[in-house]
């Protein structure tokens, strides 16, 4: 099948202006004011990407994304790589992402897989070094200058004990990571790398892969969206606190107490998921909204995007769990992790992880749709539009900071077509550009251009520059038709109107999610997970001259820390008027509530029931016969204080175990045979799949 996703970037003339792409296909960060020269951009500098997360390629991906090729099954079945890219590909072809760097002359045929990604991109290394690939600021590596390591063996700064590696395939893992991800060489990731060899010793997931292989594969997500050795560390540990003999103390004491809390952060997640799961919470859609805020409002934003990369992980390979069990995570992905990846800003991973869930959720939809696509795509009417726009700005003169070119995405096509009542034929951006120009004259020198360029679709212009929509959203939308009479949307802004359609209030995420009423705190929370992500990306570039934000557009404090004073700062145990999110488990029931600031245990136990006490009707009068646990500790004040994220289990005073804890035990017992006591599992157990 051909792949329709893809996003096309032509590179701004060097000496004009350069971008920086943040949010895979939306956001230009890297502009530097330009004059008026003419562009010079080459067709040499474009290259096509597809697969995953192109969104966060850049030129510093280079071995980054050679991960690509393999298509959402493969990555279940099989750990091996390819081969590594030669240095001078890197520097030719920088785009690129989990696919290698294709170059648009000698593009190998794309395969369609809906669960990729859907971005082709032409341009740069500069203007790539700007992608996500920095998105996670202070969290992103670039000591590392992003060499390609030929020879990586002889290169690798921390010795194995290969003694205490007792499986062969651990050391070909590590191996293979290096020579994709410059981090990988990390002291810090090697380390990690080592220690989660060790801690995963043995256990199997459900498919029979290693159960390392799926720790890999999580921090080399991360690696390819540019996260630094912290991240990628917290990556190959995420599942040690809960599926290990290894402990947060642990942890600490040989990595220190940012690692440790990371992946401490990850595994709170993780829990809280499984619980949402169990109890079917994500399905009404006031409470996934809360869990989406108390996610970004608990914990660190790092530990949000590693438990992002897990849970990609964990979808690209679903096959592997029993039916009912995929519909389960299909569905929770959907409605939970990919909202906080397009929150987030990383549309490539929201992108796949709703086309993942469309395939599980709606298996006929989702091959119906795959084999329409597979003829009404057409990538190369994508590349080679990019390359005449770009070619016609250079010779009109016309200065522009990014021009990309993107697929629409399977699930957003599908979502299209069933809100507009549309047939797959009716739905014009399928194939889209984007060029963002330096001001609003050039806006309209450009509408002309392609005006000229192309036959217009008549009814399909719309000016929001002249006429912002209600939220105050600008730019221009035509409709013309590409080669091939494939319709073809391009949308033209300035920079400053891009912004406002990423981060102001026409932000495209809540656009994208339609009429719904959003609190302050949760546009609040969202803003700022946002900003950190794609600031950060900014800040941490090398070239500082190529900044392109004003004053007002920066943030105020530096990823993940905040001033007192900073208006996005939400420190989850105080300061805050915000409201607090707790997780409150009843009857075995949970539910995510939200409570104003400042709110005590004794408010969550007051909440309901019958005359002020939901415990009245069972007779339980409240001090006396309840039992609060926060966070799985017996709770004896109640007056203590909520925190974001805190779980409340609310259960009657029973000697000894809770029924809960009983039925859990006799559950372990059945599943397992053993009487299991604790979560440690021994070494070549089954593990199975970890959410
Ligand atoms: N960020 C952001 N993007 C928007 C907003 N409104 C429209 N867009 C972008 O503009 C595209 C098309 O918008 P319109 O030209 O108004 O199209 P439409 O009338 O809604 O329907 P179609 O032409 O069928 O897409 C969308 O696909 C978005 O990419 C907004 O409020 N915020
Ligand atoms: N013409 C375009 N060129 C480049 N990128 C685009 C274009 N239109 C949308 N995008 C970007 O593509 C990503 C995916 O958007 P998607 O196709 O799901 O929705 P949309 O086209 O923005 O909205 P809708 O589905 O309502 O038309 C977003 O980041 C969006 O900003």
Known sequence: MAVPTMALYATPPSNICSSCHINSHDFDLNTRSSS?????????????????????????????????????????????????LKRDHFHHSPVSV?????????????????????????????????????????????SSGFQMHLNLSDELTFV????????????????????????????????????????????????????????????????TIGADAMVVSAGLLHDTLDDSFMTYEYILQSFGPGL?????????????????RESNTATKTVEADRMHTMFLAMAD?????????????????????????????????????????NRMGIVSWKEQLENLSFKYINPNRYKDLSSQLMKSFNDTMVTSAVEKLEQALKDGSISYHVLYGRHKSLYSIHCKMLKKKLSMNEIHDIHG??????????????????????????????????????????????????????????????????????????????YKEGNCMHSSFVL???????????????????????????????????????????????????????????IVIENDKMSVQEFPANSTVKDVVSVGGQGGCRWAPYGFSLKQDLMPKVNHETVNDFNCKLKMGDVVELSPKIPDKSLTEYREEIQRMYETGLPLTTRQRTAGNKVGWRI
């Open 160 to 223: 194995m004990d290969d003694n205490n590696l007792n499986e062969p395939y651990a050391k070909d893992m590590l191996l293979d990571a290096q020579l994709k991800h410059h981090i990988f060489n990390d002291d810090l990731v090697v380390k990690a790398f080592y220690e989660a060899a060790k801690a995963h010793n043995g256990q199997m997931r459900a498919s029979g892969d290693p159960y390392l292989q799926h720790c890999v594969e999580t921090a080399c997500l991360l690696a």
């Open 301 to 341: 934003a790092r530990a949000v995007l590693v438990k992002l990369a897990d849970r990609l992980h964990n979808m690209m390979t679903l096959d592997a769990l029993p039916l009912c069990k995929r519909y389960r995570f299909a569905k929770e992905t959907m409605e939970i992790f990919a909202p906080l990846a």
């Open 98 to 142: 989990m696919q290698g760097p294709l170059s648009l002359t000698s593009t190998p045929s794309m395969r369609f897989s809906p669960e990729r990604d859907c971005s082709v991109r032409a341009g740069n290394r500069r203007l790539f070094k700007g992608i996500v690939t920095h998105a996670l600021g202070s969290c992103v590596d670039y």
């Open 524 to 582: 609040q929370m969202v803003e700022w997970a946002r900003w950190v992500v794609t600031w950060q990306c900014e800040t941490m570039m090398k070239d500082q001259s190529s900044i392109g934000y004003t004053d007002a557009m920066k943030p105020p404090c530096k990823f993940p820390f905040h001033s007192e004073d900073c208006p996005h700062s939400y420190k989850p145990s105080c300061g805050s008027d915000g409201p607090v999110f707790v």
């Open 433 to 510: 550009l984007r060029l963002i120009v330096e001001n609003v004259d050039d806006c309209y020198k450009a509408l002309d251009l392609v005006h000229g360029l192309w036959p217009v679709v008549p009814g399909k212009f719309k000016d929001y520059i002249n006429h912002p929509k209600c939220n105050g959203y600008q730019s221009l939308h035509t409709v013309v038709m590409g080669k091939g009479l494939v319709p073809l949307e391009v949308q033209i802004r300035t920079k400053e109107m891009h912004s406002q359609a990423e981060f102001g209030f026409a932000a495209h995420w809540r």
């Open 36 to 84: 008026s020269s003419t562009p010079t951009a080459s067709s040499s500098q474009k290259t096509i990407v597809g697969g995953l997360s192109s969104l966060f390629s850049s030129s510093s991906a280079g071995p980054e994304d050679m991960t690509s090729l393999r298509g959402a099954d493969d990555l279940n079945n099989s750990f091996s790589y390819s081969s590594c």
């Open 260 to 276: 440790a809390d990371l992946v401490e952060g990850v595994s709170k997640l993780s829990q809280m998921s499984k619980l949402a």
